[in-house]
T-cell receptor, first 114, second 114 residues
Framework: AQSVTQLGSHVSVSEGALVLLRCNYSSSVPPYLFWYVQYPNQGLQLLLKYTTGATLVKGINGFEAEFKKSETSFHLTKPSAHMSDAAEYFCAVSEEAAGNKLTFGGGTRVLVKP | KAGVTQTPRYLIKTRGQQVTLSCSPISGHRSVSWYQQTPGQGLQFLFEYFSETQRNKGNFPGRFSGRQFSNSRSEMNVSTLELGDSALYLC?????????????FGEGSRLTVL
């Protein structure tokens, strides 16, 4: 069975500082990996995804993530935090032959301090 | 292009009752997935429908059921409600059913069971 672990349920960063959200996964097959963001009282929005190919993936709003197979990680970064980045972020993995079933991590809530 | 629409947005039920939630996907999308979000269990996959057929099902009791209509709209039903069913129920649509992970989420239906 696949699983996703996000280290840290809450992260606080200063505006302009680096945002680093950690995600580790376990999968018996080559993983497809995703980061979603959820703003208060809203649904989830896809930030970026890794399927195959380049291991450094760029997404929306200046976020990027790097797939490291040897470390089974897919950490999300943004060089400079903005107040609008305050939200909850979810890492997810999909299963082969499982359609649109995603297994999500527990989420990391980001607080941005002015 | 209209997004994923879920109704109702909020509802309150009592234990033992049943509830039906509705989801209208983005026009042209044929896959509809349902997820349950709770503070304790996080985001969990309920089921996916594609072209009126259930493609995959999560690990939930039989009280949770769903269906999809020919226009791709989907409903999920929960019978004999329990306190633990209180959650945000998210619907997500996609053009395909596969490992793309490019799901478009609605804002959710927040169910409170008293």
């Amino acid at each position: 069975a696949q699983s996703v672990t996000q280290l840290g349920s809450h992260v606080s960063v200063s505006e302009g500082a680096l945002v680093l959200l950690r995600c580790n996964y376990s999968s018996s097959v080559p993983p497809y990996l995703f980061w979603y963001v959820q703003y208060p009282n809203q649904g989830l929005q896809l930030l970026l995804k890794y399927t195959t190919g380049a291991t450094l993936v760029k997404g929306i709003n200046g976020f990027e993530a790097e797939f490291k197979k040897s470390e089974t990680s897919f950490h999300l970064t943004k060089p400079s935090a903005h107040m609008s980045d305050a939200a909850e972020y979810f890492c997810a993995v999909s299963e082969e032959a499982a359609g649109n079933k995603l297994t999500f991590g527990g989420g990391t809530r980001v607080l941005v301090k002015p | 292009k209209a997004g994923v629409t879920q109704t109702p947005r909020y509802l309150i039920k009592t234990r033992g009752q049943q509830v039906t939630l509705s989801c209208s996907p983005i026009s042209g999308h044929r896959s509809v997935s349902w997820y349950q979000q709770t503070p304790g269990q996080g985001l969990q996959f309920l089921f996916e429908y594609f072209s009126e057929t259930q493609r995959n099902k999560g690990n939930f009791p039989g009280r949770f059921s769903g269906r999809q209509f020919s226009n791709s709209r989907s409903e999920m039903n929960v019978s004999t409600l329990e306190l633990g069913d209180s959650a945000l129920y998210l619907c997500a649509s996609s053009y395909l059913s596969g490992r793309t992970g490019e799901l478009f989420f609605g804002e959710g239906s927040r169910l409170t069971v008293l």
